[in-house]
């Protein structure tokens, strides 16, 4: 189902041992750890973009540590997802989310994500999925209908592009941050659920809404790892203990 990702081509590509190519030649190498990274150079705002090594370590140690399993498991709940099911993972970060459903569900799990190092990560821990490199907020490089569920976990959202490779009563499941997410490091934040809403105007239907929401006990080092998480490293000084609530709002939507 992958789509080359060269301008003007957008051609299927053909897996052979260690790369995918296209008819017209065009072709990606598969990494070592298994993902393949299609995007292209003018696709870049920067030499390294999106997540850093640094919030990816931070984010996985998180996970590691059971904090964000509430928040999976509402994510499973309103994802509804089996194992007949072809998912994609739009700005998947370290595969957390994908992965850890498709061990759950069984599903055909599919990651696009801009950041390398996210991607690599996502590889190396979950080598059943297809992790693809690649921006997401440009083009999707799947073919038209590929996708039973969409996911898009505090992601940028594209909202032409998940109509156009979800099939027909396909689920988009949206996810973002809650007003009550991180407040005891940001303070209160905005309700983002109408306005994320109107994103999807033509071509969805706003099947559920409901919120997830956890409170950890973190140690200075979990705390570390939360700063690092949303870009915010730790200061000279160290960081106090304390708890830190973790709150989704979550949108389901049929195509």
Request: aromatic residues 6%; negative net charge.
């Amino acid at each position: 189902m992958l789509l080359c990702t060269v301008r003007d081509c957008h051609l299927p590509l053909v897996r052979e041992a260690r790369r995918v190519v296209c008819e017209r030649g065009h072709s990606f190498d598969v990494a070592r750890s298994g993902y393949m990274n299609l995007l292209q150079p003018q696709e870049r705002r920067s030499k390294n973009p999106g997540d850093t090594p640094a919030a990816v370590a931070a984010r996985r140690r998180l996970h590691d540590r059971g904090i964000t399993a509430p928040l999976l498991n509402g994510i499973e709940a309103m994802l509804k997802a089996s194992a007949e099911d072809v998912v994609l993972d739009a700005g998947c970060g370290d595969g957390f989310y994908l992965g850890s459903l498709a061990e759950r569900c069984g599903f055909d799990a599919h990651g696009i994500d801009i950041s390398i190092p996210a991607i690599d990560a996502a590889a190396r821990r979950y080598p059943q999925c297809e992790w693809i490199v690649g921006n997401a907020d440009r083009f999707l490089p799947y073919e038209d209908a590929s996708f039973t569920r969409v996911m898009s976990i505090t992601a940028r959202r594209n909202a032409p592009e998940f109509k156009r490779v979800l099939k027909p009563g396909g689920l988009l499941l949206i996810a973002i941050p809650s007003p009550n997410d991180l407040i005891e490091l940001r303070g209160s934040g905005r309700d983002r659920q109408e306005r994320t809403i109107q994103e999807f105007p033509e071509g969805f239907e706003l099947l559920e809404q409901s919120r997830v929401e956890t409170t950890a006990e973190l140690d200075a080092a979990g705390m570390d790892d939360v700063l690092h998480a949303i870009y915010r490293p730790m200061r000279a000084e160290p960081v106090a203990a304390g708890n830190v609530t973790f709150s989704l709002d979550l949108l389901l939507f049929q195509a």
